[in-house]
């Protein structure tokens, strides 16, 4: 096996924007302008199947997360991947992360983390680039908190799509590194809301119904979003919170309504592109799923 962590100082490649880590010429940073949801997305919503495609998605991603003054990082990896979906196959990609230290002395992490990537033939502006964006709107709000009380890992995960590959990786780095991991946030697919009725569904396929503690906290995150629709609880468990849950850590899924129905048509598309997203959704959804991190943070 072979994993490499490194740090990535990314914006001195040339595609980066020449004023994300530098200071203005009166010795001043400069303005963070907030993320726009629309411009980012489809910027970002090209094919991310092959390597070369995936690393120009890695260099936006972590564009981004500079300009919040993270430090991105990289966790590459060439090795055999057994799960529930593979089955010793050797895989060579690379999680991109970064790290969002607590305010307060504290050894305990929550993650919050999308992936990607996508098949073959689709820009997977859904399917997962508005995963992505979300977990960056997430991160805009987090970094600006007075007091956090845990530590946050946002994470991006390579070849999703080919088995919960990276997120498999990337969770045994966290456990051989001893992380100590309270809750993952899985965020795949939630740029679709076909009957407008804003509802989301918790993918929670390792949790009896009753006295779910993500849905609880969910509920209450909804409570302080304002347009949410209904929190829906399922027992999906075909994403990335698979791989934590599958560690012993508690993990949810946050998406569209797949069992509800509302699911998108473009899934897996050539269509899948930023025209067939609802931003409105998208936006309302990540703010739950901030309100959510936030209150495991007070």
């Known amino acids: 096996m072979r994993v490499t962590t490194k740090i990535v100082f990314l914006c001195l490649l040339t595609s980066c924007s020449s004023t994300?880590?530098?200071r203005t010429a009166g010795g001043e940073d400069p303005v963070?302008?907030?993320?726009d949801a629309e411009t980012f997305l489809c910027d970002f919503a090209s094919k991310r199947f092959e390597p070369e495609d995936r690393a120009q998605a890695r260099l936006r991603i972590a564009d981004r997360l500079s300009l919040l003054g993270l430090?991105?990082?990289m966790q590459s990896y060439d090795e055999e991947v057994r799960n529930g979906y593979v089955r010793g196959r050797r895989f060579a990609g690379v999680n991109l992360y970064a790290e969002l230290r607590a305010t307060v002395p504290s050894e305990e992490w929550i993650v919050l983390g999308a992936h990607y990537d996508t098949v073959r033939v689709a820009p997977g502006a859904d399917d997962d680039g508005s995963g992505v964006t979300a977990v960056l709107l997430a991160a805009e709000r987090l970094v600006d908190l007075k007091v956090r009380r845990r530590n946050v890992l946002f994470a991006f995960f390579d070849q999703e799509e080919l088995g919960l590959v990276g997120s498999s990786v990337f969770v045994k780095f966290l456990v051989a590194d001893g992380r100590k991991v309270v809750a993952a946030h899985a965020i795949d697919m939630i740029g679709w809301d076909g009957d407008g009725d804003r509802a989301v569904e918790l993918g929670r396929a390792d949790?009896?119904?009753r006295g779910d503690p993500f849905v609880a906290l969910y509920e209450k995150a909804a409570a302080r979003t304002q347009g949410i629709g209904p929190v829906i609880r399922t027992r999906m468990g075909r994403s990335d919170?698979?791989?934590f849950l599958d560690a012993g850590i508690p993990a949810v899924l946050i998406t569209q309504e797949y069992e509800g129905g509302?699911?998108?048509?473009?899934?897996h598309r050539k269509t899948d592109t930023c025209a067939n997203v609802h931003f409105g959704y998208l936006t309302t959804a990540a703010a739950l799923?901030?309100?959510a991190v936030i209150l495991q943070l007070e």
Do not use: I, Q
């Open 289 to 291: 799923v901030t309100n």
């Open 241 to 243: 919170h698979v791989s």
């Open 207 to 209: 949790a009896e119904t």
């Open 71 to 73: 430090e991105p990082k």
């Open 262 to 267: 509302d699911w998108t048509p473009h899934y």
């Open 20 to 22: 994300n880590r530098r």
């Open 32 to 35: 963070r302008k907030p993320l």
